[in-house]
């Protein structure tokens, strides 16, 4: 099978090219990579060939629309493999709009079965696994950040084939852009995390948690009504926030709801303290504690400071 | 000014249960509402409309089920409904849904502005907005936290992942939602008696001019399987006469864990 891989995010596109390299090897095809900037990082992951797009400044959604149409044409592959960032997720569509083809969206697995493109991605809110295929050429897939890793780089060259875009005047007009305050937290990679939810009073309260991130060298996430709604911590875990995979989790005070468990799932131990016993939260938990958490929060701080 | 909102009504996903031996979400006969990011999508054309004036129409691609969902988006404020119900139009994927509802959106005409949710919550697709973009060939504004017009633009604040992006385009436009726009009314009881004389028209593929086989044949995504991933968690319940007790055998566990030095 060929694939044709994009992501305005040069990092996404090498993990996706190094997907895309296994599953063409996988099954005699070829990896071609789609740039509008330096074409030989591609080379390195694994790409047959890269499309150099020239005439393409910015991120016009409709712009690269018209890019991507172009290098369909030129490559044919059978799967375009897209990164699932914002930007890839409004074009990816709108893409398969125009080619009147089928795509499948923040697909968790990529993977062949039988000469067709099998995907595994969340449905229901979360709570499910759908397995899909699709029968048109090409398929498009969009693929989240960091679902596989990126090759380590060898030294490799390949073809480069520059694909010249007349863009049209843009239709949509950015007319201010305002940079998000870089958060200092990592959820996405922290190796241990502290979690609140709605059991917490005040804001004031996330002291306690402070402390037991503190002993255990972990970030403080919460749920999503802690920071959407309340603004006590400006980012959340779950389907609609961060997905996480620490080593630790520990849910205070968290019910466990099915868009704050898929946020969860690939965490390696999950610990839930939850004053109310029948809190979802703690059939989804390796240990649980049903207890009011402003008492045994403070107690397992002081039981991890004694053993320290 | 006419505002089109593309409505999707779905499983209430907090009462669909999972089948014990298949692993498959159960989800016929749990109650439907519209999905929570279309409801927002709603509110938002509806603010509009009290800033700008026009009207606001609902459409939806659903079955006979879907004329009582569309009760609500009535009573929240839209003028009138369209449900797009034909047999064939059953478990459509994206490409063949959005071409049902650009070909309604076409029936329709004369809108200024269509919007939904940036995905719904059943299937996590986000496409259905950006293909009708493509189809009507409109402008498309995505992931709009903010959305407002003015002077024949539209305005919407996007949400990016490291960026919020201004962006404006001229009528008409297309823009989806994120979660973050707004909390969607809770209609009055004077509104919901009243939503039940509004103008709610259903169609068919023939309304249309529609093909029913041919837009069978342009649902390429089948689904092969849906399963609730296993719990395989422990599970274990701390037992204890006292928070100090359960902290003390916790702390244990993770160190036996080897998540906790």
């Known amino acids: 099978m060929r694939f044709l891989v ?271 016993e029948s809190a979802g939260i703690h059939g989804l938990s390796d240990y649980s504690v049903v207890g009011d958490l402003y008492q045994v929060v403070p107690a397992l701080t002081k039981a991890l400071k004694a053993r320290a | 000014m006419r505002q089109i909102v593309l409505l999707k009504d779905i499983p209430d996903l907090s009462e669909i249960k999972v089948d014990s031996e298949t692993r498959a979400p159960k989800v ?43 009760l609500e988006a009535l009573a929240m404020g839209a003028d009138s409904a369209y449900v797009v119900d034909d047999p064939a139009f059953r478990g459509l994927d994206a490409n063949a849904t959005s071409l049902v509802l650009a070909a309604a959106l076409k029936k329709i005409g004369g809108f200024d502005l269509v919007l939904a949710g940036e995905m719904t919550l059943d299937s996590l697709g986000s496409q259905v907005g950006p293909r009708v973009a493509e189809l009507l060939d409109l402008p498309q504004l995505t992931y709009a936290k903010e959305v407002s017009v003015a002077e024949g633009r539209v305005r919407a604040v996007v949400d990016l992942e490291d960026v919020d992006e201004v962006a404006e385009a001229g009528l008409p436009a297309l823009v989806t939602v994120v979660r973050e726009i707004n909390e969607p009314r809770i209609p009055s009881l004077i509104n919901i008696m009243k939503a039940k004389k509004k103008p709610l028209v259903v169609w068919a593929a023939p309304d249309l001019g529609l093909d029913a086989g041919a837009v069978r044949a342009a649902s390429h995504v089948k689904v092969l399987s849906v399963t609730a991933p296993k719990v395989e968690r422990k599970q274990i319940r701390v037992e204890a006469d006292s928070a100090e007790e359960a902290a003390a055998k916790l702390a244990q566990l993770l160190v036996g864990e080897g998540v906790v030095k």
């Not at chain 1, 490559?75 to 089928?102: E, F, N, Q, S, Y």
């Not at chain 1, 039988?114 to 979360?126: F, I, M």
């Not at chain 2, 509110?43 to 569309?70: C, F, P, Q, W, Y």
Request: charged share 30%; proline share 5%.
């Open chain 1, 6 to 276: 994009y992501s305005e995010e040069p990092e996404v596109g090498l993990q996706l090219v190094g997907r895309a390299r296994a599953l063409a090897d996988e099954t005699g095809g070829e990896a071609v990579a789609l740039t509008a900037s330096d074409a030989s990082p591609y080379f390195g992951v694994g790409a047959d060939r890269v499309v150099k797009v020239v005439g393409v400044e910015g991120h016009d959604v409709e712009h690269w629309r018209l890019a991507l149409v172009k290098a369909v044409e030129l490559a044919k592959p059978d799967v375009v493999l897209m990164g699932a960032t914002r930007r890839g997720k409004a074009l990816a569509p709108r893409l398969a709009a125009a080619l009147r083809v089928g795509c499948m969206t923040e697909c968790t697995s990529v993977g062949v079965v039988g000469g067709e493109v099998v995907v595994e991605r969340l449905t229901y809110g979360g709570s499910t696994v759908a397995r899909e295929t699709c029968t048109s050429r090409p398929a498009i897939v969009t693929v989240p950040p960091r679902t596989y890793e990126r090759p380590e780089p060898a030294e490799k060259a390949g073809e480069t084939v520059e694909l010249r875009v007349e863009t049209p005047e843009p239709r949509v007009r950015v007319v201010e852009r305002r940079p998000k305050p870089r958060s200092t937290v990592d959820l996405e990679n922290a190796p241990v995390i502290v979690s609140a939810g709605r059991g917490f009073k005040a804001k004031e309260d996330l002291r306690i948690l402070e402390e037991l991130a503190e002993v255990l060298g972990a970030q403080i996430g919460c749920t999503r009504p802690i920071s959407a709604d309340l603004g006590w911590l400006d980012q959340w875990v779950g389907i609609s926030g961060k997905k996480v995979r620490p080593s630790l989790y520990v849910a205070c005070g968290i019910s466990g709801t099915i868009q704050h468990v898929a946020g969860i799932r690939d965490s390696q131990i999950i610990v839930s303290i939850n004053s109310d």
């Open chain 2, 28 to 70: 016929e006969g749990v109650k439907r509402r519209i999905s929570d990011l279309d409801k927002r999508a709603l509110e938002a054309a509806i603010r509009v409309k009290e800033a700008a004036g026009g009207e606001v129409v609902a459409l939806s691609l659903g079955d006979e089920k879907t004329r009582t969902s569309m």
